[in-house]
């Protein structure tokens, strides 16, 4: 079993930055995933940042350029940073894992407001 434990939400005023991070109870070294989706209220949740295994990392379209996506392996931590939020970025963060494809695990999420 997989938990993930994401810290790192608050409030941000339009034009500021986040870095939300998830700790898992494995070795991430392994996982074929690792990423961040996000669900605003009322929408669907959506992917924001992926990354894989062999290192290759997919963004949304609204987070290409402002965010950015890493892994700590040996710390068995994945970081989002977020720079130049808007209001349209206020949502709950999710972390996700992929052990294998099709085996899913989620964090409890956490929550990112952007407002003046």
């Known amino acids: 079993q997989v938990q993930l434990v994401e810290s790192g939400g608050g409030l941000v005023q339009p034009g500021g930055s986040l870095r939300l991070s998830c700790a898992a109870s494995?070795?991430?070294?392994?996982?074929?995933?690792m990423g961040w989706y996000r669900q605003a209220p009322g929408q669907q949740r959506e992917l924001v940042a992926r990354?894989?295994?062999?290192?290759?990392?997919n963004y949304a379209d609204s987070a290409k350029g402002r965010f950015t996506i890493s892994r700590d392996n040996a710390k068995n931590q994945v970081y989002l940073q977020m720079n130049s939020l808007n209001v349209e970025d206020t949502a709950v963060y999710y972390c996700h894992a992929e052990l294998i494809p099709g085996k899913d695990y989620w964090g409890q999420g956490t929550q990112v407001t952007v407002s003046s």
């Open positions: 990354t894989t295994r062999s290192g290759t990392r």
């Open positions: 494995g070795s991430i070294f392994s996982f074929y995933s």
